[in-house]
């Protein structure tokens, strides 16, 4: 079995081989095609990546290529993790935004939408060719923001784009562990849109346990949820929310926590990450420690702005192992095995959120299966809950009309409707600001 991977010189595909590597069941995948358009960086993981090899029996091969069309000829599945722009574009989000007072993060709010408007032409561009050239692949997309360009390729694709996060799986584990209960036998009540979910419940053999979690302050303050919302918030929204609402629960927090003298996370990772390609350009460099290293710093610092603003700590070291790979894994697993299993993924809604449209990607628990992956149904979203799901995806509709027609007053009407820009005024200067520094946006007139 193939696997093409879009994005392939960048920094986390080994922990996608790594997952690979430890799978020795049959039907597994046999081999990888790395995709990237910068031949140094394919050549910097595909060293990483055989230094993961060394000593596996019959570990998957790996090529690498900077021609698109080859790399999907004779896929069976598509991992897609590109990145427009590159992290030189997402520090510009972010310090194009903290420069008017609102967010820049990569996934919510001005950045978000700056990182949306790059990226859908591409990935649209990428369905389209997966149509032509693979139409029998199942496409796992991976690349941010996730569920609005997995709502862009689905136009193109259908179901058979499927989108993942480890957000959800994370939460998931994290409440499980407190509760002493195992994640795999757990049904995760987990609800919303990518990066703004709520997980409501957690039934073990038919029981919620939740609850006794909610009633119960101390541990409710010994989780990273817990620790970054605290306990009364909690208890008031009767739910676990999506690490990434401290953006809009504790929106002047976090804000003001970013602004503060030092690099954005996005300038963070550019610097760090060219360090560790710059490392790699000597041939004699141990590839494998070097991105180990880098890695270890990486995952410590994720949100360490808004643990920061709430007083959280440190992560805790179970929190550093990642997961969306396991994920890939499982959803290719079932799809390719017939291997019954449920995940949360990002699927076409399909009336499972009555508030939203069929085609709108919604993220909620699925069964997957051989046919691909089914959204569960699920009971209604409270009143404030439905607000946030619904006026996020208003704007994720209007940059996918912007990415479409090339308008700028389109583009200009999803920054100001999104639930954190306060200010018309300064969706117009955003969006002139961004067109200033990205030759990505040059597309709106």
């Known amino acids: 079995m193939r696997l093409t991977i879009l994005g392939g010189g960048g920094f986390r595909v080994p922990l996608v081989y790594g997952a690979l590597l ?135 694709l259908g179901d058979r784009v499927i989108g993942i996060c480890d957000s959800p799986v994370g939460l998931g584990r994290r409440v499980a562990r407190v509760l002493g209960a195992d994640p795999g036998r757990a049904w995760i009540d987990y609800v919303g849109l990518n990066h703004l979910g709520w997980l409501r419940g957690l039934r073990v053999a038919g029981r919620d346990e939740l609850p006794r979690l909610l009633a119960d302050p101390e541990l409710l303050g010994s989780f990273e949820e817990g620790r970054l919302f605290g306990a009364d918030w909690l208890r008031s929204l009767g739910a676990i929310p999506n690490e990434y609402l401290h953006y809009y629960y504790f929106n002047r927090e976090a804000v003001q926590a970013h602004q503060e003298p030092g690099k954005s996370r996005g300038a963070f990772l550019r610097d760090q990450q060219a360090g560790f390609y710059e490392e790699l350009r000597d041939p004699k460099a141990a590839a494998l420690p070097a991105w180990n290293r880098t890695r270890a710093e990486r995952e410590a610092t994720y949100m360490a702005e808004n643990r920061e603003a709430a007083g959280a700590g440190e992560r805790e070291a179970d929190d550093l192992s990642g997961g969306y790979e396991k994920v890939a894994l499982a959803l290719m697993r079932a799809i390719a095995r017939d291997e019954r299993t449920t995940l949360i993924l990002n699927v076409r809604n399909r009336g499972t959120l009555s508030v939203l449209d069929a085609e709108a990607v919604v993220e909620v628990p699925c069964l997957v299966d051989a046919n691909g992956a089914h959204p569960a149904s699920v009971d209604p979203l409270p009143g404030h809950a439905t607000g946030l799901v619904c006026a996020v995806k208003a ?50 007139r």
């Open 395 to 444: 704007v994720e509709r209007e940059v996918l009309a912007a990415a479409g027609s090339g308008s700028r007053a389109t583009a200009v009407k999803a920054f100001a409707l999104h639930p954190l820009i306060d200010s018309v005024n300064v969706a117009r200067r955003l969006v002139d600001s961004y067109l200033a520094v990205h030759p990505g946006l040059a597309y709106l």
């Open 22 to 156: 430890a799978d020795r069941a049959e039907g597994r995948v046999t081999e990888v095609v790395l995709h990237d358009l910068d031949a140094g960086r394919l050549s910097a993981v595909s060293r990483v990546l055989a230094e993961q090899a060394a000593g596996v029996p019959d570990a998957p091969v790996v090529r690498a290529t900077t021609d698109l069309d080859e790399a999907l000829r004779g896929a069976d599945f598509v991992f897609s993790a590109i990145r427009v722009g590159g992290l030189e574009g997402r520090a510009e989000d972010e310090r194009v935004a903290l420069a008017e007072g609102v967010l820049g993060q990569e996934t919510v709010g001005a950045g978000g939408i700056a990182y949306g408007l790059r990226t859908v032409p591409v990935a649209v561009g990428i369905a389209r060719r997966v149509a032509r050239l693979a139409p029998d692949a199942w496409v796992i997309n991976f690349t941010n923001p996730a569920g609005l360009v997995t709502e862009a390729m689905s136009r193109h």
